[in-house]
Nanobody, 120 residues
Framework: QVQLVESGGGLVQAGGSLRLSCAAS??????MGWFRQAPGKEREFVSA????????YYADSVKGRFTISRVNAKSTVNLQMNNLKPEDTAVYYC???????????????WGQGTQVTVSS
């Protein structure tokens, strides 16, 4: 059973940066990624990476600002978030499984979530 633990959320001003990390225990999933959910909205895809970092995916809203990477023998996934905007405010969830997680339906493992708040 894979468990995911996120860290790195917080409060930042618009234009600032944050880095989220998600450490997997109990195994190294084939693919890992991030989703986010703002109040009153559905959970949405942010970014994902397969076993190889040549397989990276981004939502259009974060392309050019966010970078995903896998470290620590692929057991940890980082999300570097630059030039943050107020609309990036949400709870960010780590996801993992045997397929690249670009849709919340079918994600096998979820983290507990970490709050990111961007002030204007």
């Amino acid at each position: 059973q894979v468990q995911l633990v996120e860290s790195g959320g917080g409060l930042v001003q618009a234009g600032g940066s944050l880095r989220l990390s998600c450490a997997a225990s109990g195994g190294s999933p084939y693919a890992m990624g991030w989703f986010r959910q703002a109040p009153g909205k559905e959970r949405e895809f942010v970014s994902a990476v397969g076993w190889s970092e040549s397989m990276t995916y981004y939502a259009d809203s974060v392309k050019g600002r966010f970078t995903i990477s896998r470290v620590n023998a692929k057991s940890t996934v980082n999300l570097q978030m630059n030039n943050l905007k107020p609309e990036d405010t949400a709870v960010y969830y780590c996801a993992a499984g045997s397929v690249v997680p670009t849709n919340p339906v079918g994600v096998r493992y979820w983290g507990q979530g970490t709050q990111v708040t961007v002030s204007s």
